[in-house]
């Protein structure tokens, strides 16, 4: 009789807590629990984590040349005049709509979400009019696709600079290790050459 009392109050006590944490939805870094009208805010960690480019995959190679060792982006090492030894580029000459990718990046170990990406590619142009790309994004990392449309990028200079885009929204820590990316040129006039020497990714989250 004892037994059955004690194994009765456990079992309403299971269901009393099951039927307490139901119907819980995340907005941001803010949990509501919508049945008991309750919500808190978890504190996640700080973050600005710069994450280098670490392969190239091939499945888009339609830039006119891929110069030097895959995956060509992972360091500074090309000129201004395109003849340092052992530098590695991409490069097209004339065309617009000419994809390049994939490209990946390192995971980092940080967990939760809220993350904003950005890329920050090193970039030069012929006459510093109309030479750009738009840069596709894959967050799931198996996109069959050219995944999605993300940021232009407008080279401008003649000589190596950097510019940094972002991409729209934000991303949890899977999606940032997902992530890969794919370079179209823009067809805006075909351009001229459009030189990429370098790019990587950064991860920031607020506390
Ligand atoms: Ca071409
Ligand atoms: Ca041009
Ligand atoms: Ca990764
Ligand atoms: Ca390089």
């Not at 309750?38 to 280098?52: G, H, K, M, P, R």
Request: hydrophobic fraction near 35%; charge should be negative.
């Amino acid at each position: 009789m004892k037994k059955k009392l004690v194994f009765l109050i456990l079992l309403i006590s299971f269901l009393f807590l099951l039927s307490g944490f139901r119907n819980i939805k995340i907005y941001g870094t803010e949990y509501i629990d919508t049945k008991c009208n309750y919500s808190f805010t978890i504190n996640q960690t700080w973050v600005d984590e710069s994450l280098a480019c670490n392969g190239y995959t091939g499945t888009f190679q339609q830039w006119d040349a891929r110069v030097g060792n895959s995956p060509y982006l992972d360091a500074i090492d090309d000129n201004d005049t395109h003849d340092a030894v052992g530098g590695a580029y991409i490069v097209e000459y004339n065309n617009g709509n000419k994809d390049e990718g994939w490209f990946t990046f390192n995971d980092t170990s940080e967990l939760g979400f809220g993350f904003t990406v950005n890329f920050t590619f090193r970039v030069s142009c012929v006459d510093g009019d109309n030479d750009s790309f738009y840069v596709f994004y894959d967050k799931t990392g198996s996109d069959p696709g050219t995944g999605t449309q993300g940021p232009f990028v407008s080279i401008v200079s003649t000589t190596y600079i950097n510019k940094t885009v972002t991409l729209p929204g934000t991303f949890n820590a899977t999606e940032v290790n997902n992530m890969r990316i794919m370079l179209r040129t823009s067809n805006e006039a075909q351009g001229d050459n459009r030189y990429v020497d370098y790019v990587n990714m950064t991860i920031y989250r607020g506390a």
